[in-house]
């Protein structure tokens, strides 16, 4: 890939549109991008919170979507939780402040492995994301968490024991000027989760403003589920 890589870079991928029904009757709106080529893995991206501005849409998901495919293989599907609007569509529902939207994430991890038949599946959650992802994404089907600016507003010391006993594992990107958890913070607060992978990223902020900061978020995805397609194109 001889070209630059820049904010508005959509590299090929077989993109397609679909709507998830819950089990409580919610139509959630969604997308997959998927490799042209060989997948070497997958992802489920669970978006910052609505209220706030959060959607499938947000910069780096949208990024991961347009680049991931065809930079690492990697399949993306990104979807609108109850309520929350995009580009994309709306999904039904109302926001449910982390109680409701159990039932969004358990229909996204079923469609993931039982309609699209997606292989190491792993659910990356965003902010509130990471909250939904670290309460709800439970099914013993997929490879583990990769959580991006976890505040832990919604997620329990509870929730935090279920995944040191389970053990699969799970990676937080902190970033070093977060808003609400900065790295010495955070490490105390997982600190029930014996298995939890830490990373400080320095001068980052909450929201990966800027290239450099999607570049290392994406980077340590890619390292995740595809470690032999490092480094990623600039």
């Known amino acids: 890939m001889p070209e630059l890589i820049r904010p ?4 090929p991928a077989v993109r ?35 209220t706030a501005g959060g959607m499938m849409d947000s910069h780096v998901y949208k990024k991961a979507a347009n680049r991931l495919p065809a930079m690492a293989g990697i399949n993306v599907v990104r979807f609108n939780t109850r309520g929350t609007m995009s580009e994309a569509g709306t999904s039904t ?17 079923n469609y ?17 994301g990471t909250d939904l992802a670290l309460k709800f994404a439970r099914d013993k089907r997929h490879k583990g968490l990769i959580l991006l600016s976890p505040p832990l507003r919604f997620s329990t010391d509870e929730d935090l024991q279920w995944w040191s006993t389970d053990g699969r594992p799970v990676t937080a990107l902190v970033p070093e000027h977060d808003e ?7 490490i105390k607060r997982f600190a029930a989760l014996k298995q939890i992978l830490i990373i400080p990223v320095d001068d980052a902020k909450h929201l990966w403003v800027g ?8 980077s340590e995805i890619t390292k995740i589920i595809a470690p032999d397609y490092l480094p990623l194109p600039e």
């Open 16 to 50: 397609t549109s679909f709507v998830v029904r819950t089990e409580d009757g919610i139509d959630l709106v969604g997308e997959i991008a998927r490799p042209i080529e060989q997948s070497t893995g997958s992802i489920l991206m669970i978006h910052p919170l609505p």
């Open 93 to 109: 529902g109302h926001f449910d402040n982390a109680v409701s939207e159990r039932f969004d994430v358990e229909a996204m991890i």
């Open 180 to 186: 609400y958890l900065k790295p010495d913070e955070a």
């Open 112 to 128: 993931c492995l039982d309609e699209l038949k997606l292989e190491n599946l792993w659910i990356v959650g965003w902010s509130f």
């Open 8 to 11: 508005s870079t959509i590299l």
């Open 211 to 218: 290239e450099p900061a999607v570049y290392r978020v994406l």
